[in-house]
C-alpha cells in the first residue's frame, strides 16, 4: 500500500494504540462492529494517532463503523488509520462518522486490499 504523509506519521507516533478487529473465514456477522473515538482534550490542544486493522476470511461478511467524538469548542487534531484486508469473496461494508468539535482537525487514511471477488 502505498505510504501517505498522514500514514507515515500516524505509524511512528501510534506507539501501541492499534485495534485489530478480526472476521474469521465464511463468519456472517449480523449486527455491525462499532468503533468509537473520543477526543477529549484537558483544556489544551491535544493530538491522537489512532490506528485500526480490519481482517476479513475467505467468505465472510461485516459491517465496521468507525466514529469519531470530541467535545464542542474543543481544539484537538485527529490522524487516523483504517487498513481494510479482504479475503476472497469476502464483504466489507465501512462507514466512517465525524461528530468532532468545530475547532478540531481530522485527517485519515483508508486502505483496503481485496482478494478476488471481495468487496
Same mark, same amino acid.
Given at each position: 500500500m502505498p505510504a501517505t504523509p498522514s500514514w507515515r506519521l500516524n505509524t511512528s507516533l501510534a506507539a501501541g494504540r492499534r485495534g485489530v478487529v478480526e472476521i474469521g473465514k465464511n463468519v456472517r456477522m449480523d449486527e455491525p462492529i462499532h468503533l468509537v473515538f473520543v477526543s477529549m482534550p484537558n483544556g489544551r490542544p491535544t493530538v491522537s494517532h489512532p490506528r485500526n486493522l480490519i481482517l476479513?476470511?475467505?467468505? !465472510?461478511? @461485516?459491517?465496521?463503523? +468507525? !466514529?469519531?467524538?470530541?467535545?464542542a469548542g474543543t481544539t484537538y487534531f485527529t490522524n487516523a488509520v483504517t487498513e481494510i484486508?479482504?479475503? +476472497? %469473496?469476502?464483504?466489507? %461494508?465501512?462507514?466512517?462518522?465525524?461528530?468532532?468539535? %468545530?475547532? @478540531?482537525?481530522?485527517?485519515?487514511?483508508?486502505q483496503a486490499v481485496q482478494d478476488r471477488g471481495a468487496w
Amino acid at each position: 500500500m502505498p505510504a501517505t504523509p498522514s500514514w507515515r506519521l500516524n505509524t511512528s507516533l501510534a506507539a501501541g494504540r492499534r485495534g485489530v478487529v478480526e472476521i474469521g473465514k465464511n463468519v456472517r456477522m449480523d449486527e455491525p462492529i462499532h468503533l468509537v473515538f473520543v477526543s477529549m482534550p484537558n483544556g489544551r490542544p491535544t493530538v491522537s494517532h489512532p490506528r485500526n486493522l480490519i481482517l476479513a476470511g475467505r467468505g !465472510s461478511r @461485516a459491517s465496521v463503523i +468507525e !466514529s469519531y467524538v470530541g467535545p464542542a469548542g474543543t481544539t484537538y487534531f485527529t490522524n487516523a488509520v483504517t487498513e481494510i484486508v479482504a479475503g +476472497e %469473496d469476502a464483504v466489507v %461494508d465501512h462507514y466512517k462518522f465525524q461528530y468532532e468539535s %468545530d475547532r @478540531a482537525y481530522h485527517v485519515a487514511t483508508v486502505q483496503a486490499v481485496q482478494d478476488r471477488g471481495a468487496w
